[in-house]
């Protein structure tokens, strides 16, 4: 082999001959010479790349001099240097499909049965192969050198290099993943969290090196001098994984990953709460690819120890990873609704509207699957309870997941759940209480809101009274939904409380913002339209939203207005109101100049006047019967029936009264303006 590489070296020297021979009386090569010894840095740097891609055979001496200038100590140089180099390597030096041969590697056989001619180009190719793998390997090094700069912005240029390559060319991808890899444990945040990025996008590219670029993080996670940051980055990379229903070794082995972490991170006395979060995010989506049992009885153990310990963030992941794990053993213990109950309570929960939503969500399903009426009547019990101190996201949210678990459960569990027996009519459990001398059972005969098992609150016998504060809530949104699961309706919405109920989103649609676009495909409602839009104000009143009809009323009837003073012009010109005039409205208010045109608080009291009193059940809106009643007018026969109901009267009982009435009806004139001014001036005496 040693004989067959000095020929196809002998064979590739005369090949680079020929062509400078070929290339030596060109203007263009001149040229390049001349710019290469007295050239600014920029055109040396063209120069030399402009021979490397004329020919490779000839350029070898060019690329090695771009190399040299990877390894000098000037950034700027090294930079330059680099992006020429990468250029080189991606779009012309490398093969795509395939990795580079060593010339040891070479099939001799190959050679047999060629003529002299295609011999010599034949080992020309190999040799040439093998000396661009060697330069690449050696262009490899550099990067791992630079990779370890003290400028942060030299290391993050260095490893989108090595992103392009790694995701662009196979050739030495191991190398290259190891270095992308070693980066998560990157002193800076930045560069740390760039190439978790950068690891992302590699997958996302090539699915097929999950189980590779896992092994590789594992060798990270595990090293005995990595520090806690590091594990920290390559636990974030991990839990961003996407898995498919048929990757269940990948599953298996994550999930193995996380618990060994879990119990690493727990053990110490001061745990990362970020760490141990981003573990339980990780297990809580890897543990459904898995299939079949996983032997997690001993880890189960220590989580439900764990759970009292750690905040409420990791405490809802944890439940959640419990509920998930005992669902696939096909029974939920006890234990775990023990601590749900108790987790409720805690008052850090319900701060953030991402952990609300996760309490929701795991209740909801809780409740679905759990047999006992009793314990799931104490669980409404408690999410009624924190209901009313929350705000109308929660409620609404609350009341949904009511609802729907109302919904799940046959009319017998409904009518258990509504019902409060007496103590002489049922036969009341017992709870343990312990003492010194024995255990002794005594009956529960009382709700107790501190008990710590739901099964033995006595929530039995307490009537669930919240529902009837709710449905008299300030939001009438609220008011509706309670309103309908006492009446055992169900209740028409799709959208997410935690979006839709929000002052934010409120105070959006009263300024006439458009709402955002929603990116997953859902049906298109009154909440999707903007506010000032034809479809809108065509829509009837009972498919707008409950917390919107004051707004929808408002603009039809201001639209309606509108229309009459300018003879019926265009409905878009008359129903917009514009920056501009709503900030002259702002300015002429601080001047006690106000437009009547544009005056609110008339529009709303002439609505007023229109509309009349408010029903009799109380309704503040009133139903769509009393809307066409307002706005037909009197016939004559009402009219006259009306004026004799108020006519004066001959009876003895009505007289100062009529006189009063009178009064009033009547314009009064000057004279008597100041006859009534002299009868209210009070003497001194």
Same mark, same amino acid.
């Given at each position: ?5 000095? /020929? ?31 050239? *600014? ?6 120069? %030399? ?26 950034? +700027?140089?090294? $930079? ?75 290391? %993050? ?12 060319? #196979?050739?030495? /991808?191991?190398?290259?993943? /190891? ?43 595990? +090293? ?25 070794? =990948? ?38 690819? *898995?299939?079949?049992?996983?032997? $997690? ?75 006992? *009426? ?18 109308? #996201? ?15 459960? #046959? ?54 009274? /919240? ?22 309706? #169900? ?21 006439? +913002? ?17 506010? =000032? ?153």
């Amino acid at each position: 082999m040693e004989g067959m590489r000095e /020929e196809a070296k002998m064979c590739f020297e005369k090949m680079h001959r020929d062509t400078q021979d070929f290339r030596r009386d060109g203007h263009g090569q001149r040229w390049s010479k001349m710019v290469m010894k007295s050239g *600014t840095l920029a055109d040396r740097l063209a120069a %030399l790349t402009l021979d490397v891609k004329r020919s490779p055979h000839s350029g070898l001496g060019s690329l090695d001099s771009l190399l040299a200038m990877l390894k000098k100590k000037g950034r +700027r140089e090294a $930079l330059m240097a680099l992006d020429a180099v990468a250029a080189l390597f991606r779009e012309q030096l490398l093969q795509s499909d395939r990795k580079l041969i060593k010339f040891e590697s070479r099939k001799l056989a190959d050679l047999e049965q060629k003529n002299k001619q295609d011999r010599e180009g034949l080992l020309s190719e190999w040799y040439l192969e093998d000396q661009i793998k060697e330069r690449y390997f050696s262009f490899i090094l550099l990067l791992d050198g630079l990779l370890k700069d003290q400028q942060e912005l030299t290391r %993050l240029k260095v490893m989108g290099v090595v992103f392009d390559l790694l995701v662009e060319k #196979p050739e030495r /991808e191991d190398k290259l993943l /190891e270095m992308l890899v070693n980066k998560l444990g990157d002193p800076e945040k930045k560069v740390a969290s760039k190439a978790c990025g950068f690891l992302v996008r590699v997958l996302q590219q090539h699915p097929n090196m999950k189980l590779i670029v896992v092994e590789e993080v594992e060798r990270l996670l595990y +090293r005995t001098n990595v520090s806690p940051k590091a594990q920290y980055y390559a636990v974030c990379f991990l839990v961003q994984i996407k898995l498919a229903d048929t990757e269940n070794a =990948l599953a298996v082995r994550l999930v193995k990953i996380y618990f060994s972490l879990f119990k690493a991170a727990t053990a110490k006395k001061i745990s990362n709460p970020k760490m141990v979060s981003a573990i339980l995010t990780g297990v809580n989506r890897t543990y459904p690819f *898995t299939k079949g049992p996983q032997n $997690l009885l001993d880890h189960i153990d220590h989580l439900f120890r764990y759970i009292h310990t750690v905040t409420a963030q990791v405490g809802i992941q944890i439940l959640m990873l419990l509920y998930q794990v005992m669902e696939r053993e096909g029974a939920i213990t006890d234990r775990f609704y023990m601590a749900l109950y108790r987790k409720m309570m805690d008052s850090d929960l319900l701060q953030h509207s991402g952990r609300s939503s996760s309490l929701l969500n795991l209740l909801y399903k809780s409740m679905k699957r759990d047999p006992e *009426t009793m314990r799931v009547k104490a669980f409404i019990k408690r999410i009624l309870q924190l209901a009313m101190t929350q705000s109308t #996201p929660f409620i609404c949210g609350a009341l949904i997941v009511i609802s729907e678990v109302l919904k799940s459960k #046959p009319n017998s569990f409904r009518a258990k759940l509504f019902q409060a027996p007496s103590v002489s009519s049922t036969a009341a459990p017992v709870k343990e209480e312990h003492s010194k001398e024995g255990t002794s059972r005594l009956p529960i005969t009382d709700y107790s809101a501190a008990a710590r098992n739901p099964l033995f609150c006595g929530a039995e016998f307490a009537p669930i009274w /919240e529902l009837r504060v709710l449905s008299q809530h300030y939001h009438p949104s609220v008011c509706r939904f309670a309103d309908n699961i006492l009446r055992n309706k #169900p209740l028409d919405y799709a959208g997410d409380p935690f979006e839709d109920f929000t002052a934010i989103h409120f105070l959006d649609r009263f300024v006439y +913002r458009n709402p955002k676009k929603r990116t997953e495909d859902g049906q298109s409602g009154a909440r999707d339209m903007p506010v =000032l839009s034809d479809q809108y104000l065509n829509l009837p009143e009972k498919k707008i939203p409950d917390d919107e009809r004051f707004l929808h009323r408002y603009l039809t009837q201001r639209l309606k207005q509108k229309k009459v003073a300018v003879g019926h012009d265009d409905m878009d010109a008359a129903s917009d109101v514009s920056d501009s005039e709503f900030d002259k409205f702002l300015d002429d208010f601080e001047k006690n100049e106000v437009d009547e045109d544009l005056d609110f608080a008339a529009d709303m009291n002439d609505v007023s006047e229109e509309r009349g009193s408010i029903d009799e059940d109380g309704s503040l809106f009133g139903d769509d019967d009393d809307d066409e009643s307002v706005q037909g007018d009197f016939s004559a026969g009402e009219k006259d029936a009306l004026n004799a109901a108020f006519s004066d009267s001959d009876g003895e009982e009505g007289d100062d009264g009529d006189d009063a009435m009178g009064d009033f009806a009547d314009a009064p004139s000057d004279e008597d303006a100041e006859d009534y001014d002299d009868e209210m001036d009070f003497d001194d005496d």
